[in-house]
């Protein structure tokens, strides 16, 4: 008999929608809490690019400047070292000298070959260790873009 009471029908109408309603402004909510937040995250990883973007451009920029200062520099190094291969003994050494600094002109004159043979050692082993050096680094460079 109490099923047939208008007011139980009345509050289970009411209980009814009202359940609809919070469960639909709950998802309504939800959405867009959702989406709010959704839109945050893209907005901060779109400025994450665009800052990473940036700093590999300077970075580039940067290496390619570097790049060509040493490539500068190297270049100016092997000229540099090329003049000094292309002197021999004979354009060091001073012309005929008077007769009276004969003896004085041969001691000098071995003085000077022997400074020049030793410099040009040191020419022939800074150029074997600067080899070295070139292939090492391009092992490494290797190694290190293999690397992971």
Known sequence: MGLLNWRVWAAGAVLALLAWSHWTVYH???????AAWDRDRAETAMQSIIATERVLTDHDAITKRLRAQNAA??????AALQRLRDISAADILP????????????????????????????????????????ACRAEYDALRKATP
């Open 28 to 34: 309504l909510g939800r959405d867009r809490v959702q």
């Open 73 to 78: 520099a190297a270049a100016g190094r092997d």
């Open 95 to 134: 012309g005929d000298p008077a007769p009276q600094c004969a003896d004085q002109h041969q001691r000098d004159t071995e003085l000077y070959r022997a400074a020049v043979a030793r410099a040009l050692t040191i020419g022939a082993d800074a150029d074997i260790d600067r080899r070295a050096l070139i």
